[in-house]
């Protein structure tokens, strides 16, 4: 592979359920922190809130957040079902959780601020890939259930853009289905 772009054509997710929860190497979390929040910015308001899940702390927040407000939605689920959610972040050796944080702003709309969160979320994910790790942007249930979203310190305007699991493969992922250039792409062609 020449470059960063030879490279974006062929990189791939590997599912949490796929990946080995490895240790990431700190000088790796770094750079891929870094990139992460090293994106464009309407205004450099940096209206995003990012919180790293790793060692013990994974489990942590499995035990006393996921599985306790799973077993409370769910007050009929199994001991099995709750300790899926309890060991979720287990899955990965690092989560990475990115959250859209608006601020007011007199000219930048919300969605800008948004859209730069998902951005975050792309960075951290190629730059975890590109450093040979398995990697994956969940949203899953916890994304959307609002303890989960206070419990993270995020007030009522955020909105969780996603969780990024990194882990370690142990073989390369099948390609998946990819959108036809033509349905997707037109070259303007006006007056
Ligand atoms: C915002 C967002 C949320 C996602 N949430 C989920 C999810 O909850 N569960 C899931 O199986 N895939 C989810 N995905 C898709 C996975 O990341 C999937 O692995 C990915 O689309 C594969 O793409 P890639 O191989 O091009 O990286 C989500 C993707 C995005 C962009």
């Keep these: 592979m ?3 772009s030879d490279f974006l054509l062929v990189r791939r997710s590997v599912t949490a359920k796929k990946m080995q929860p ?7 979390l770094q750079k891929i922190i870094s ?3 090293r994106v464009p910015d309407h205004g450099a308001l940096a209206p995003w ?8 702390e994974r489990e942590k927040f499995g035990k006393n957040f996921l599985g306790k ?3 409370e939605l769910n007050p009929n689920a199994t001991e099995d079902e709750v300790l899926f959610e309890e060991n979720r972040f287990l899955r990965a050796g690092v989560v990475i959780s990115v959250i859209s944080s608006p601020v007011e702003h007199r000219k930048i709309p919300i969605w800008e601020m948004q859209l730069s969160s998902a951005a975050v979320c792309q960075n951290i994910l190629i730059s975890a890939q590109s450093l040979g790790y398995a990697a994956q942007w969940l ?7 609002d303890f989960i979203i206070k419990s993270l310190g995020a007030s009522s305007n955020d909105k969780i853009s996603g969780f990024i699991y990194i882990g370690g493969k142990n ?12 349905k997707i792409v037109s070259y303007w062609k006006g007056d």
């Design 69 to 71: 407000r799973f077993r």
């Design 139 to 145: 949203t899953e249930w916890y994304s959307y259930d």
């Design 49 to 56: 809130k990012v919180t790293v899940f790793k060692d013990k």
């Design 2 to 4: 020449n470059n960063f």
């Design 35 to 37: 990139a992460g929040i």
């Design 22 to 28: 490895i240790e990431v190497k700190d000088e790796h």
């Design 171 to 182: 073989e390369q992922p099948k390609e998946r289905t990819r959108p036809i250039h033509s």
